[in-house]
């Protein structure tokens, strides 16, 4: 069995999915690859040291550039906040290190594009955390999308609701809060939220072609943790957008983290011209399929409850009925990506592929500012 030895930077929310993916991996699927927790970065060294114990890393580092230095390290895992992803994949990348990325890929495509030419000119393989293609309720999609079950696509309808920052006490900056800091986020629910249900959307329905979208800071000023002081809130607290993707369908995405009641509500529906599919974050073990081919007396939503051994990563986990959830995703990702290592095959999303979304999510707050109909970039194959 070959070793990988990993240094993960970060340990918040992500840097805890990703651990937990380690952790659980090889007891579940058979690799030719075995990870081995070598090294935690934190700038809080008290927090990276009390991460160390609880997840078994064997030592800590307080840089991440000592981190990528260190000759015994092999994949870096970017799980820090979005102004620190391209500078960090960059210096990986040139020195030779696989990368997988928390997403989104960078701050804007700018930035997205010199990352992707850093992995592309460094040989290196990368991979960007957009972890819900791995839900298997998800991956089922895509495989009956791509069997051709719905035939031609007409709509696709996403949203990502959530409502913790309503009120306008709440700091930003720090962490966590760094989300509401337009300087470490690059946006707010654009590249936070929607980034996901974009990424979903590509990977589903094809490359998409124009937007028109709105923002909203509903909150216009608010203390920043770091400087103490009140500062203007440069994120998009809402956005709501309109696409025509390129296969001829019209799309509606929106987020918001004003929708009183809603924590994390990510829903997708699809509608094509035999059948539909609908799924929701909240019952995310569940697929929605309706199928106009059935016989008329039967026809109707079925919820498949993808549980079944031959339902995507079904076989690997326990018995047909019982259920996986969100930090499967997780395993999957990193169970992918060494498969991917050990059979010399790319999996994605690729850095290239979330170069795509970020130049969608460029697009979205381009027309939110224009209040025009905006092109989405498209990426050349030499870039
Ligand atoms: N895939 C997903 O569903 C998902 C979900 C949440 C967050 N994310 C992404 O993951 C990344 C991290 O988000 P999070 O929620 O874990 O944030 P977090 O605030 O919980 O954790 C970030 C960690 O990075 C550390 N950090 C900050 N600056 C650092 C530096 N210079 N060097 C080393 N460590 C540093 C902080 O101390 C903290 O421990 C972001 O890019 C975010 O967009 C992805």
Known sequence: ????????????????????????????????????????????????????????????????????????????????????HAEIAVAA??????????????????????????????????????????IPAVTLAKNLIDEGRLGRIFHYRAKFLQDWTISKDLPQGGDALWRLDAKVAGSGVTGDLLAHCIDTALWLN?????????????????????????????????????????????????????????????????????????????????????????????????????TDGDHPYMGKWWVPGLQVGYEHSFVHQLADFLEGLANNKTTGPTFRDALATQYVCDAVLKSARTGRWEKVSKIRQSS
């Open 1 to 84: 069995m070959k070793t990988i030895n990993v240094g993960l930077i970060g340990c918040g929310f992500m840097g805890r999915t990703h651990s937990n993916a380690h952790r659980r991996l090889g007891n579940f699927f058979k690799l030719e690859h075995q990870t081995v927790l070598k090294a935690i970065c934190d700038f809080n060294e008290e927090k990276a040291k009390a991460f160390a114990l609880t997840w078994g890393f064997e030592s800590v580092e307080t840089d991440w550039r000592k981190l990528i230095a260190r000759e015994d390290i092999d994949l870096i895992e970017i799980a820090a906040p979005n102004n620190l």
């Open 93 to 134: 990348a040139k020195a030779g290190k696989m990368i997988i990325c928390e997403k989104p890929l960078a701050m804007d495509g700018k930035q997205g594009l010199a990352m992707v030419k850093a992995v592309e000119k460094a040989g290196v393989p990368n991979l960007v955390s957009y972890n819900y293609r791995r």
């Open 206 to 306: 094809g490359d998409m072609d124009r937007v028109n979208a709105m923002t909203e800071t509903f909150i216009k000023e608010r203390k920043h943790n770091l400087t103490g002081k009140i500062e203007k809130v440069g994120i998009d607290d809402a956005c709501a957008f309109l696409a025509r993707f390129a296969n001829g369908s019209l799309a509606t995405f929106e987020s918001t983290r004003y929708a009183r009641g809603h924590k994390a509500l990510y829903t997708f529906e699809i509608n094509g011209e035999h059948a539909s599919i609908a799924w929701d974050l909240h019952d995310l073990h569940r697929l929605q399929y309706f199928d106009h081919r059935d016989p008329g007396i039967l026809r109707g939503w079925r919820s498949i409850h993808v």
